[in-house]
């Protein structure tokens, strides 16, 4: 079975200032990685996802994460965050195939202040 | 293009009522699923196909029913509402687990 740790609950930072955001991961086959922004009142938006191949992922909005294999993490970062990335954001896991659910984190609580 | 639809958006039940909440996706995706968020929970696994006319149930089932007699529908029903059901209910779909799931905008279900 998979499961999904993210480290920090809530993660307040300053306008223009770069973010992190942990995310580590447990499983006994190989898996799928994916970052998901939910913002105030709305669904789940897929920021970017790791299938194979190149450990550094580019997303959408400017976010990149880095796919560690022997750490078992997929940190989410940003060099400069701006008020608009104010959200919620979500690790998670799939095995693919016909285990192909998303087992996700507990989610992270960016708040982006001026 | 649609997506995925999920109805209604907001609902009030009193303890012991049943009802559908519906799911519809246009983009003829094999995997749905069905999960609810709560405060930091996360969005938790309720029942889950991978095509018309198969269903399994993921971490908290309980409570809960689905059927998947087409692929584009996928209803949730509550049997006998609880206020512990009270939660955010997103209903999710994808073509394979591997390119990530398209979600639904939610239902926002108050158990009273």
């Known amino acids: 079975a998979q499961s999904v740790t993210q480290l920090d609950s809530q993660v307040p930072v300053f306008e223009e200032a770069p973010v992190e955001l942990r995310c580590n991961y447990s499983s006994s086959v190989s898996v799928y990685l994916f970052w998901y922004v939910q913002y105030p009142n709305q669904g789940l938006q897929l920021l970017l996802k790791?299938?194979?191949?190149?450990?550094l992922v580019k997303g959408i909005n400017g976010f990149e994460a880095e796919f560690n294999k022997s750490q078992t993490s997929f940190h989410l970062r940003k060099p400069s965050v701006h008020i608009s990335d104010t959200a919620e954001y979500f690790c998670a896991v799939s095995a693919g195939g016909s285990q192909g659910n998303l087992i996700f984190g507990k989610g992270t609580k960016l708040s982006v202040k001026p | 293009n649609a997506g995925v639809t999920q109805t209604p958006k907001f609902q009030v039940l009193k303890t012991g009522q049943s009802m559908t909440l519906q799911c519809a996706q246009d983009?003829?995706?094999?995997?749905m699923s069905w999960y609810r968020q709560d405060p930091g929970m996360g969005l938790r696994l309720i029942h889950y196909s991978v095509g018309a006319g198969i269903t399994d149930q993921g971490e908290v089932p309980n409570g809960y029913n689905v059927s998947r007699s087409t692929t584009e529908d996928f209803p949730l029903r509550l049997l006998s509402a609880a206020p512990s059901q009270t939660s955010v209910y997103f209903c999710?779909?994808?073509?394979?687990?591997?390119?990530?799931?398209?979600f639904g905008s939610g239902t926002r279900l108050t158990v009273v």
């Open positions: 999710a779909s994808s073509l394979q687990g591997a390119y990530g799931y398209t």
């Open positions: 983009m003829n995706h094999e995997y």
């Open positions: 790791y299938l194979s191949g190149s450990t």
